[in-house]
T-cell receptor, first 114, second 114 residues
Framework: EPEVTQTPSHQVTQMGQEVILRCVPISNHLYFYWYRQILGQKVEFLVSFYNNEISEKSEIFDDQFSVERPDGSNFTLKIRSTKLEDSAMYFC????????????FGPGTRLTVL | GNSVTQMEGPVTLSEEAFLTINCTYTATGYPSLFWYVQYPGEGLQLLLKATKADDKGSNKGFEATYRKETTSFHLEKGSVQVSDSAVYFCALITTQGGSEKLVFGKGTKLTVNP
């Protein structure tokens, strides 16, 4: 069964460093998403991406964040200069169509900023 | 704004016990409602959904009914199994502005003991 994969499963970085979180969505899907969950808090939407551009982003997704689909398979989230408060579980998701359609989630990357 | 409130966990039950996890929502427009489940070490999986008032979503013995009058979507199962141990997330999507983002509750951790 097709699934969304994410690498790495756990990333530890120093404050101020750049990190890139990688996701491989399901191959025929067109809509891609990043969510995050700070420990003990809600899963929060970060950004959605369709047709090679951002379709929606939250207030969290400031200039320190960027997304890219560098080739036909990967979908990345870059944090340019990490802060302590960026420590969270980051989930990638994809869907075949847009609103109301099932979003398929990856297992997440746990980011720890020291 | 749109929001989802879930009952606080963790919830611990014995096998074959009845399960209810409460979920209420606040939304503009007409939301679709979802329950996602996260098994240990895995990503979020869609458990069930309902797209309009009075719809009942069901899957794997779990049920939830979309109650517009009480703005609720409580998850129930008549007889839980050890394999149901997981974290359960209530979520919604609204049509407002064509948004595709899921708005999640905090999640409720369920542990079922043999």
């Amino acid at each position: 069964e097709p699934e969304v994969t994410q690498t790495p499963s756990h990333q530890v970085t120093q404050m101020g460093q750049e990190v890139i979180l990688r996701c491989v969505p399901i191959s025929n899907h067109l809509y891609f998403y990043w969510y995050r969950q700070i420990l003990g808090q809600k899963v929060e939407f970060l950004v959605s991406f369709y047709n090679n551009e951002i379709s929606e982003k939250s207030e969290i997704f400031d200039d320190q964040f960027s997304v890219e689909r560098p080739d036909g398979s990967n979908f990345t989230l870059k944090i340019r200069s990490t802060k302590l408060e960026d420590s969270a579980m980051y989930f990638c998701a994809s869907s075949a169509q847009g609103a109301y359609n099932e979003q398929f989630f990856g297992p997440g990357t746990r980011l720890t900023v020291l | 704004g749109n929001s989802v409130t879930q009952m606080e966990g963790p919830v611990t039950l014995s096998e074959e016990a009845f399960l209810t996890i409460n979920c209420t929502y606040t939304a503009t427009g007409y939301p679709s409602l979802f329950w996602y489940v996260q098994y240990p070490g895995e990503g979020l999986q869609l458990l069930l959904k309902a797209t309009k008032a009075d719809d009942k979503g069901s899957n794997k013995g779990f049920e939830a009914t979309y109650r517009k009058e009480t703005t609720s979507f409580h998850l129930e199962k008549g007889s839980v199994q050890v394999s149901d141990s997981a974290v359960y997330f209530c979520a919604l999507i609204t049509t407002q502005g064509g948004s595709e983002k899921l708005v999640f509750g905090k999640g409720t951790k369920l542990t079922v003991n043999p």
